[in-house]
């Protein structure tokens, strides 16, 4: 797919891999539709992605909300020809917490169920609203589902592990799904990025971080956004999952 003037959407675009991914595309050519739950914020990120990129206040995790998002889009853009599904959230913690014979603690159902819906269930259902309009347009696209190394399980992360495996499920089921609308699906599961997280770590404690990864350093959003490009120009690509970790296996 040649990216000019196209029209993507990424959900949880106002920083971090979102934002790094959207100008990438945007500095392609592409038009964006910036997804995420603060206005302010995805008003500014989208103004770094050229004058006719927008940001839309979007509850991935909320059917109605998500509806209503992709209806606008599809309204003041005309078209819509790929989605990044990169909106997620962490509420790590241990399935339980037991010592001395006493159970201390348990991981809570919200904790569970908030992680669940905006990451599986968000997932789905942008990837829904997007494959609609798509194969009512009839000019195909892409569907990009962000996952994580930590899908294979992870410790202190039932949640999200559950639910990154889930999006990893999600491309083969959708790549085999939506070839007929010529609608290609791609993964991504990054390892150890760089983020606003990462760099508020004591440099001893980053330092440990970078030595566990084979190439001896964290990965950046744009090598994140790199892969994405990758998959959005080769036609041939569809339905599986790159793992970007610099070697890093869980």
């Given at each position: 797919?040649?990216?000019?003037?196209?029209?993507?959407?990424?959900?949880?675009?106002?920083?971090?891999?979102?934002?790094?991914?959207?100008?990438?595309?945007?500095?392609?050519?592409?038009?964006?539709?910036?997804?995420?739950?603060?206005q302010?914020?995805?008003?500014?990120?989208?103004?770094?992605?050229?004058?006719?990129?927008r940001?839309?206040?979007?509850?991935?995790?909320?059917?109605?909300?998500?509806?209503?998002?992709f209806?606008?889009?599809?309204?003041?853009?005309?078209?819509?020809?790929?989605?990044?599904?990169?909106?997620?959230?962490?509420?790590?913690?241990?399935?339980?917490?037991?010592?001395?014979?006493?159970?201390?603690?348990?991981?809570?159902?919200?904790?569970?169920?908030?992680?669940?819906?905006?990451?599986?269930?968000?997932?789905?259902?942008?990837?829904?609203?997007?494959?609609?309009?798509?194969?009512?347009?009839?000019?195909?696209?892409i569907?990009?589902?962000?996952?994580?190394?930590?899908?294979?399980?992870?410790?202190?992360?039932?949640?999200?592990?559950?639910?990154?495996?889930?999006?990893?499920?999600?491309v083969?089921?959708?790549?085999?799904?939506?070839?007929?609308?010529?609608?290609?699906?791609?993964?991504?599961?990054?390892?150890?990025?760089?983020?606003?997280?990462?760099?508020?770590?004591?440099?001893?404690?980053?330092e440990?971080?970078?030595?566990?990864?084979?190439?001896?350093?964290?990965?950046?959003?744009?090598?994140?956004?790199?892969?994405?490009?990758?998959?959005?120009?080769?036609?041939?690509?569809?339905?599986?999952?790159?793992?970007?970790?610099?070697?890093?296996?869980?």
């Amino acid at each position: 797919m040649h990216i000019q003037d196209k029209v993507f959407v990424v959900t949880g675009a106002a920083r971090g891999l979102g934002l790094a991914m959207a100008q990438a595309i945007a500095q392609q050519g592409g038009r964006l539709a910036l997804l995420d739950l603060d206005q302010v914020a995805v008003t500014a990120a989208a103004k770094t992605c050229g004058n006719e990129s927008r940001g839309y206040v979007c509850n991935v995790a909320d059917e109605a909300s998500v509806e209503k998002a992709f209806a606008n889009i599809v309204a003041d853009f005309g078209r819509l020809d790929g989605l990044i599904n990169n909106a997620g959230l962490l509420r790590d913690g241990l399935l339980i917490k037991h010592k001395d014979g006493k159970l201390l603690d348990k991981m809570s159902l919200s904790q569970w169920q908030s992680v669940i819906d905006v990451n599986l269930t968000g997932t789905f259902l942008c990837g829904r609203e997007a494959a609609a309009a798509m194969a009512q347009a009839g000019n195909g696209g892409i569907i990009i589902n962000i996952s994580s190394i930590a899908r294979a399980g992870n410790m202190g992360q039932t949640n999200y592990a559950a639910s990154k495996a889930g999006v990893a499920s999600m491309v083969s089921t959708w790549g085999r799904e939506l070839a007929r609308f010529n609608i290609r699906t791609g993964g991504i599961a990054p390892g150890v990025i760089a983020s606003d997280m990462t760099a508020s770590m004591q440099p001893e404690m980053l330092e440990r971080l970078a030595k566990m990864v084979p190439v001896g350093r964290l990965g950046s959003p744009i090598e994140v956004a790199e892969v994405a490009l990758f998959m959005i120009e080769n036609d041939y690509f569809s339905g599986r999952l790159i793992e970007l970790d610099g070697g890093l296996r869980m």
